[in-house]
């Protein structure tokens, strides 16, 4: 590699004229135009609008707006209801109430109820209306296909009384939430003010003296609310605090309870809020205050108008133009800052814009939505790290496929290249490449060697924490449900097996051993213990948490210089190998005394009778010797019906459930017959009724003659064996989805207990072996009938209990269901 003082320019104009600077520019300005439209979207169109309406009310909910003390709200609540009797009340009650505001001298009274059918009442309300400056709601429509709204009014004694009429309709945005109301409202034929706009304007014009005097602006504007003919639409800046104004019940104001100087001067706003009675309307601070009844919304509206408090949207230019600066500044800083840099930028960018437009909204009442300039610079940042990452991984893509494309280097020693070309970044791409490539080959050769070990491996540092685990292992611990063992203690990983014996564990010295181990378990997990160093190098046998049985040896890891850096533990699966020799034990067994014991006996009668001068009991004994031979046929027998029924193929073939209970009943009935006992098979008339499965004849019949053999031996004589059968439709109603047919046999014989349910189908296990000797067998026959019903697809269930007989039901899936599969395929 030729050496080289090239450095690394921030100056984009310095690779400009290279290829790679050329795409750099034009990525660069492709990654501006993209911004510029995302703003130009989110600006003009409604793209952005619902996030636009989620910042403008999070802006309010944060700071609370100082309410004015001259606005009290008279609530027509629940207690005024119940008091009063049911909703509408007879306007002789509204007009009292009006009357005993008019007594305390209030500055103006908003009147937030419809009165728009004539009453024999009007009269006197009217009367009451006038007392006060009063000012009525009107009620517009909305327009209908020509433009035109109607306009639900008062009764005329009512409005000419009045101090004037405004409408009370509220608009509600796309997502629900009124945020703004119109200062007018109406179509070409007639115009109408917003209700609390009307007192507004008297007060600022001096018709009305409010108790505080004249509020101080926000602004140096003029006063508002004069009529270009337009709607004069603008923000109303609610606030955590929106329902906190002075509140009096309309009972209490009408019984005389509330004193007159808490109206005095003040104006009054009267509205429904009792519930089911009110128009509710979400506002930006529903999530703290919940819906707000129309007569708060109107208090704050007029509060609003009083303090010049309103806020006014920007035209959609100003926030087009406003967030273009963000996006220039992150598009120059592409040009000379880091990624991470860059990142920052992006950051402060964000955090500027919304704390721009929060300033505003609070101190300049102008609402200029932070959203366009926020979602320029943060969809502009990941898509220009995305196209240099491409650009990365582009070329570490060229270096990786040529390292495929490139013969295996081990053992071989990685030849170096000569010259680099390029740039610096470039040439340390290249450096990095080489480098990685002799990485990359070594940990990809280390772990197909680890992966390729069929036991689970572990390799942990120095201090015991696990830092690779082959294939082996993570499916292991996958299968236990336990977490992946990177990162976590040695100890901990394989805290959950528990301790069988150390290795060779016989003699005295070893039983010390495994006695010592198991004081001192699970310290022996810990790789960092020397005191345990020997004795887990040469292995102790634990047991995980599916009872299957390891072998679990440490090894040393350590470097060039002998250095212990690690350990290495293995996991070794003898389950299989503890299952053989548990097999070979028990044929040896059943080898050495059930088999042998028979023919033991034949040659010593044998003997006996060849040593007798006049054999006199030749019959006699001619019948034992039979007996025995025929226990010897009967249990190889068994041996080798079993060994078929677990390994060779089954013939399947559609039969008769029914029929082949019939045939095993035949089958056993001699035996059945000399101890008295009844074999009774309930068939149904109907020849649907008639369960149908596929299965191997010889096979199922055996299985279903071992059932019946057990219930005549195992019952007394003079009983009833009963085999019953239930139809595809009935089993799938039983809990299962596939249909399947089931046939119970069922005897009244002596039961077998509970305990010893759980071992009823494992080989050699007699039951009443102690009661009645006099049964024989050897213990293959359950063992026989679990593995037939089981590799037919069915299962068996056993419900029993001792003295009230044994009940076996066998699960087949019907002929439809039955499994046709290579290892149980249908012969011809």
């Known amino acids: ?315 959609l230019w100003v926030v ?109 791409m290249a450096l990095m490449a080489q480098a990685a490539q002799r990485v990359q080959d070594m940990k990809r050769f280390v772990w197909d060697s680890l992966d390729s070990v069929p036991e689970p491996i572990l390799v942990s540092d120095v201090a015991g924490v696990v830092l690779i685990a082959n294939h082996a292992a993570k499916a292991h611990f996958a299968r236990l449900g336990a977490p992946m063992p990177e990162g976590q203690p040695m100890r901990n990983v394989l805290g959950g097996l528990a301790l069988v014996k150390t290795i060779d564990a016989g003699a005295a010295s070893d039983n010390e051993r495994n006695l010592y181990a198991h004081a001192h378990w699970p310290a022996l997990l810990d790789p960092t213990r020397g005191e345990f160093a020997a004795l887990m190098a040469q292995g102790v046998e634990v047991r995980d948490a599916n009872e299957r049985d390891h072998l679990l040896r440490y090894a040393t890891c350590t470097n060039a210089q002998g250095e212990t850096t690690g350990w290495i533990a293995g996991l070794v699966d003898v389950s299989a190998l503890h299952a053989a020799e548990r097999q070979r034990e028990d044929a040896l067994r059943l080898l050495s005394h059930d088999m042998r014991s028979p023919q033991a006996s034949i040659i010593a009668l044998v003997e006996i009778e060849r040593a007798r001068a006049e054999p006199v009991l030749a019959r006699s004994l001619l019948e034992r010797i039979e007996r025995y031979a025929r226990r010897a046929l009967t249990l190889a027998d068994d041996f080798v019906q079993l060994a078929r029924a677990e390994s060779q193929v089954y013939v399947l073939e559609p039969l008769s459930l029914t029929e082949l209970v019939i045939d095993a009943s035949d089958e056993v009935w001699p035996q059945a017959h000399a101890k008295r006992i009844t074999l009774d098979t309930e068939t149904g008339n109907d020849a649907d009724d008639d369960p149908w499965i596929c299965a191997d004849r010889s096979l199922m019949t055996r299985a279903l003659v071992n059932i019946l053999n057990n219930a005549v031996k195992y019952s007394p004589p003079d009983t009833r064996i009963v085999c019953s059968f239930a139809s595809p439709l009935a089993a799938k109603h039983a809990g299962s989805e596939a249909p399947r047919v089931s046939c119970t046999i069922r005897d009244q014989g002596y039961g077998i207990p509970k305990d010893q349910q759980a071992g009823l189908f494992e080989r050699f296990h007699r039951f009443h072996e102690a009661e009645r000797p006099e049964v024989g067998g050897a213990g293959l026959g359950m063992a026989f009938i679990k593995t037939v019903v089981t590799r037919h697809g069915g299962s068996v269930e056993v419900v029993s209990a001792p003295g009230e007989g044994t009940a076996f039901t066998v699960w087949l899936p019907a002929l439809d269901d039955a499994p046709l599969d290579e290892s149980n395929a249908l012969r011809t």
């Not at 207690?79 to 002789?92: F, K, N």
């Not at 840099?341 to 950051?347: H, V, Y």
């Open 320 to 428: 087009f133009a406003a967030a273009l600066g963000p996006l220039a500044a992150l598009l120059a800083g592409f040009l000379v800052l880091s990624p991470r840099r860059s990142l920052l930028l992006t950051g402060a960018l964000v955090l500027l814009a919304a704390a721009g437009s929060a300033l505003l909204l609070y101190d300049g009442r102008l609402w200029i939505s932070p959203v366009p300039a926020i979602l320029g610079v943060v969809i502009v940042y990941p898509i220009w790290n995305w196209r240099r990452l491409e650009t990365t991984m582009a070329y570490l893509r060229g270096e990786l496929q040529r390292l495929a494309d490139e013969p295996h280097l081990l053992p071989e020693t990685p030849k170096r290249r000569r010259e680099f070309g390029g740039d610096v970044l470039e040439q340390h």
């Open 1 to 315: 590699m030729h050496a080289t003082s090239t450095r690394l320019s921030l100056d984009p104009r310095a690779r400009f004229g290279r290829r790679a600077g050329r795409r750099f520019l034009i990525e660069w300005v492709s990654v501006g135009c993209l911004g510029l439209v995302v703003i130009l979207l989110t600006s003009f169109g409604r793209i952005g609008i619902g996030i636009d309406q989620l910042v403008y009310d999070q802006f309010l909910t944060l700071r609370e707006q100082p309410l004015l003390s001259d606005i009290v709200v008279v609530e027509i609540d629940n207690a005024s209801i119940d008091e009063l009797g049911r909703w509408p009340w007879p306007r002789s009650v509204h007009a009292r109430l009006l009357e005993q505001i008019a007594a305390a001298g209030p500055a103006a009274v908003i009147y937030d109820v419809l009165f728009t059918e004539p009453n024999a009442d009007d009269a006197e309300l009217a009367h009451a209306i006038a007392l006060s400056p009063t000012y009525l709601p009107v009620l517009l429509t909305p327009p209908d296909a020509s433009g035109a709204r109607t306009v639900d009014k008062p009764v005329a004694p009512l409005a000419q009384a009045a101090a004037g009429l405004g409408h009370i309709n509220f608009e509600v945005d796309s997502d629900g939430i009124a945020r703004s109301v119109a200062r007018f409202e109406g179509d070409d034929g007639s115009r109408w003010p917003q209700l609390t706009v009307l007192g507004a304007d008297a007060v600022e014009r001096g018709k009305l003296h409010l108790r505080g005097g004249l509020p101080p602006r926000r602004t140096n504007e003029p006063a508002r609310g004069r009529d270009d003919g337009g709607e004069d639409r603008f923000l109303i800046p609610f606030g955590p605090n929106a329902a906190n104004y002075a509140k009096l019940s309309f009972a209490d104001v009408l019984a005389g309870k509330v004193p007159a100087d808490r109206l005095r001067g003040r104006i009054v706003v009267i509205g429904v809020t009792a519930s089911g009675l009110y128009d509710r309307f979400a506002t930006p601070v529903s999530g703290e205050l919940g819906p707000l009844p129309g007569v708060y919304i109107h208090a704050n509206v007029l509060d609003t108008l009083l303090t010049g408090r309103e806020i006014q949207p920007v035209e």
